[in-house]
Structures are given as C-alpha cells and as structure tokens.
Nanobody, 125 residues
C-alpha cells in the first residue's frame, strides 16, 4: 500500500510560482511512477505531468515550459514546480502513483494505483 499526501497549494497571483509536494508512505515508493493531475471546477480531471522511476518525464501541452517534476527518493517525495501561473491553472491538483505504466497510457487515470486527496491551487488575475 502507498498513501499519498499533497501539499503546497494556495492562493497566488498570475505570474507567480508554486511548488507542490507529494509525500508518500511505503518502502518501495521509489519504484513507482508518479503523476500529477488537476481538476478545475466543472471540468474533468486532466493529466498534468508524470515522472517515471527511471527519471524520464512528460508534461501536458497546456503547461509545457512552465512545469518541472522532480523526486527525492530519500524523502519519498515528488515535487511539481509550476511557474508563470495563469488564472486558468486554478484547480485541485492530485498526485497519483503507478507500479507499472506504459508510455502510451500515462494520461489515463485508471492506470494509476494510488491517489492523494488533492491540494487547491487558485490563481488570481
């Protein structure tokens, strides 16, 4: 079992940056791929970024160039650095972990085994 807890959300102004954290329990967390998703009010949850255990990562086109995902296995934590935030980035951000996820399925929610409760990010104009 893996438990995930997100933190780092908050209210910021357009153009600001935030770093979200996803802290995990479990000794084998370093073997999991970790993804970030977000859900804006009235919209479906959408893929944001993923980092595989091997170090490769993929970012959503809508936020590419403004994101950086990293992990500290010693701390069992994955980070999502978000820069140049826009009001349309306002959403609840979730992290999720997958034991095995293929390169053509990383954006699919059902491919992930564990989910956190989410952290709210609000960007004012």
């Amino acid at each position: 079992q893996v438990q995930l807890v997100e933190s780092g959300g908050g209210l910021v102004q357009a153009g600001d940056s935030l770093r979200l954290s996803c802290a995990a329990s479990g000794r084998t967390f370093s073997r999991y791929a970790v993804g970030w998703f977000r859900q804006a009010p009235g919209k479906e949850r959408e893929f944001v970024a993923i980092r595989w255990a091997g170090g490769s990562s993929v970012y959503a086109d809508s936020m590419k160039g403004r994101l950086f995902i990293s992990r500290d296995n010693a701390k069992n934590t994955v980070y999502l650095q978000m820069n140049s935030l826009k009001p349309e980035d306002t959403a609840v951000y979730y992290c999720a972990a997958a034991g095995t996820i293929y390169s053509d399925k990383y954006y699919l929610e059902h491919e992930y085994d564990y989910w956190g409760q989410g952290t709210q990010v609000t960007v004012s104009s």
